[in-house]
């Protein structure tokens, strides 16, 4: 059975507060992916990783940085919460070429 | 990068009809269109995929078709079923290992 955790189901913080969300998988995928997911804007790409130590930016990568100095463990990093970055984050990992994405359970982050 | 539009974003449809979904994509190199499905509260899983080298792939009630040259692909789920309630995502990848979704289509079959 396919395991991706997420490090918190629900997180509030305070705005300008540096924030960090980890994603672990058990599953030995080169890819790892962070998402934000907003009512009626789907999956928006943050960031994206297909090997230690490299990262990608995605769609939406502004107010957002990332970390994967292990391959099973891929953190996003809020470096200064903001209110519009009140969102569902999705963690999701991937074979290489083109698999399946497993997604983990989601963290609803909420700045105040 | 990729660029990912679908339709609807809402389909209401009574139990037993058909429900279809079209997704249009940007990237001509993309070569994987999976389909995810999301039930109230849970994580989006995977229903069925589709590669570049093919037209058309069915499991049971859901198929999906894709058109290269449009650059467009579809799912198509029969004799819809409550359970079949949820918000579907497309999503299309290419060798660069990224992944883009559509916006998605919340799907309601009425009993």
């Known amino acids: 059975d396919v395991k991706v955790t997420q490090s918190s189901r629900y997180l509030v913080k305070r705005t300008g507060e540096k924030v960090f969300l980890e994603c672990v998988q058990d599953?030995?995928?080169?890819?790892m992916f962070w998402y934000r997911q907003d009512p009626g804007l789907g999956l928006r790409l943050i960031y994206f990783?297909?090997?230690?130590?490299?990262?990608e930016k995605g769609d939406i990568p502004e107010g957002y940085s990332v970390s994967r100095e292990k391959k099973e463990r891929f953190s996003l990093i809020l470096e200064s919460a903001s209110t519009n970055q009140t969102s569902m984050y999705l963690c999701a990992i991937g074979g290489l070429l083109n698999t399946e994405a497993f997604f983990g359970q989601g963290t609803r982050l909420t700045v105040v | 990068g990729e660029n990912v539009e679908q339709h609807p974003s809402t389909l209401s449809v009574q139990e037993g009809d058909s429900a279809v979904i079209k997704c249009t994509y940007s990237?001509?190199?993309?070569?994987?269109f999976p389909w995810y499905k999301q039930e109230l509260g849970k994580r989006p899983q995977l229903i069925i995929d589709i590669r570049s080298n093919v037209g058309e792939k069915k499991d049971q009630r859901i198929a999906v078709t894709l058109n290269k040259t449009a650059k467009h692909f579809s799912l198509h789920i029969t004799e819809t079923q409550p359970e079949d309630s949820a918000v579907y995502f497309c999503?299309?990848?290419?060798?660069?290992?990224?992944?883009?979704f559509g916006a998605g289509t919340r799907l309601t079959v009425k009993p």
């Open positions: 599953m030995d995928h080169e890819n």
């Open positions: 990237d001509s190199a993309s070569n994987y």
């Open positions: 999503a299309a990848s290419s060798n660069n290992n990224d992944m883009r």
């Open positions: 990783s297909y090997d230690v130590k490299m990262k």
